[in-house]
């Protein structure tokens, strides 16, 4: 009986490491992790930005700049950094900029439009194979189909005079 037991508790084993495992990986991956503040909200709970976009598209940077880095200090969520790096570049932050782009690949490691406008920062500070990185790793997120921020950050490596590098097989 104790070795009937024994043997039982053993085939037991490499699935309770695995549970163990899965569940270890689940909540260390699956839940974002603030970065700068201490009680951010989730993800879920990110504001409407609307308000912020409009003073984007009409080049009011410094005004959406402002908000973005006040909003920051609440929601932690990469469109609000991807949103403060594009309005930074804008305004020629390129380091500032570069924090925000990392921020929000911190929440978030494929978000497409942050890799995107990284890449486009990459280039505006001369830092080529940067942008390719930035280039490769949306040809893996994207996929075989593509995607527009591919097709944009392959467009402006083009007109940089610097033609992306064919897509690895």
């Known amino acids: 009986d104790g070795h009937r037991m024994t043997r039982c508790r ?19 991956i699956g839940s974002p992790r ?11 709970d990110l504001p409407d930005l609307a308000d912020v976009k409009a003073l984007i598209y009409s080049g009011a940077h410094q005004e959406a700049a ?3 880095e006040a909003l920051s200090h609440d929601v932690q969520h ?8 594009y309005s930074l570049r804008q305004l020629g932050r390129h380091d500032e900029a570069g924090r925000a782009y990392r921020e929000a690949l911190h929440f978030d490691g494929s978000y497409r439009p942050a890799l995107q406008y990284q890449g486009e920062l990459y280039l505006a500070i001369g830092d080529i194979d940067g942008a390719r990185r930035n280039l490769a790793y949306l040809r893996i997120v994207c996929g075989p189909v593509g995607c527009a921020e591919q097709e944009r950050l392959a467009e402006a490596l083009d007109r940089a005079g610097h033609a992306p590098e064919p897509p690895r097989p």
């Not at 037991?12 to 689940?26: C, D, H, K, Q, S």
């Not at 990469?78 to 790096?85: A, K, T």
């Open 78 to 85: 990469p469109e609000v950094y991807n949103l403060l790096g």
């Open 10 to 28: 053993d085939r037991r084993l490499p699935l309770l490491a695995t549970v163990a495992a899965g569940i270890v990986l689940a909540w260390g």
């Open 34 to 44: 603030p970065a700068l503040a201490v009680a951010a909200a989730p993800s879920d």
């Open 66 to 68: 402002s908000r973005l």
